[in-house]
């Protein structure tokens, strides 16, 4: 089996190396990073196009980035469901509703410290 390479475009979130490794057999050019992402990539699953994490103590969790990540802490922490929570509670709290993204630790701290 023979793996292909690809250049990053700029544009693309940190799901998508996953999503071509996983579709095309296509890796990252920089070799640390390709190891990471053929290393990694047993914990994701692609559902009609769409990125998805499972784990041992969680259910399947839905990828995102970018603004959606934002939103998600901001509905969760200040929103109709929101309770102002800490930063460990928060990312638990993200988790339990089903999403999941690489930097959510050093997001959620951000974002607690920035609305007290």
Not at 32 to 51: Q, V
Not at 96 to 108: H, L, N, S, V
């Amino acid at each position: 089996m023979s793996s292909q390479v690809y250049q990053v475009e700029s544009g693309e979130t940190w799901m998508t190396p996953y999503q071509r490794y996983l579709v095309d057999d296509v890796l990252p050019l920089e070799p640390a990073e390709a190891r990471k992402i053929k290393k990694n990539s047993s914990k994701y699953t692609l559902i009609d196009g769409k990125l998805f994490r499972h784990g041992f103590t969680h259910h399947i969790l839905v990828c995102v980035s970018g603004e959606q990540c934002m939103r998600i802490m901001a509905e969760l922490h200040e929103g109709i469901c929101g309770s102002h929570i800490g930063d460990r509670s928060l990312s638990s709290k993200v988790i339990r509703a089903g999403y999941y993204w690489p930097t959510m630790r050093e997001d959620r701290t951000r974002y607690t410290q920035r609305s007290k």
